[in-house]
């Protein structure tokens, strides 16, 4: 473990706001040691690339199920079950999974597509 530091406040941007855990990079620099030997060196960062990007992380306990043009967002900590249109449409809450082609139907008779 190095620790790192850069006066391109480009790069900074980079790290604080694009770069997330597990992403494989290159990083580029010069690398000092400190006069005390017990010290951790220095590296001074010029360059990083992403060599590789992480998977997305899937949130813990949800599930996203499509039905038709639908989805259903079925959560562990929740009993409710949200339902949008594939193009990000709410459509409404389900109270059990029994209800969802309930509400579906009712959504497209008033609401739903023309």
Request: proline share 8%.
């Amino acid at each position: 473990m190095y620790a790192c530091t850069t006066t391109d406040p480009k790069l900074a941007k980079v790290l604080l706001t694009e770069i997330q855990p597990g992403d494989l990079l290159r990083v580029t620099g010069t690398l000092t040691q400190a006069d005390n030997p017990e010290a951790l060196a220095r590296l001074t960062v010029d360059g990083l690339s992403v060599l590789k990007a992480a998977p997305a992380p899937m949130p813990y306990g949800l599930v996203l199920e499509r039905y038709g043009e639908y989805v259903v967002v079925f959560d562990v900590d929740t009993d409710a079950l949200p339902v949008f249109t594939m193009a990000g449409t709410w459509v409404g809450e389900a109270a059990t999974p029994d209800a969802i082609g309930d509400l579906i139907r009712a959504w497209e008779h008033t609401d739903g597509p023309q």
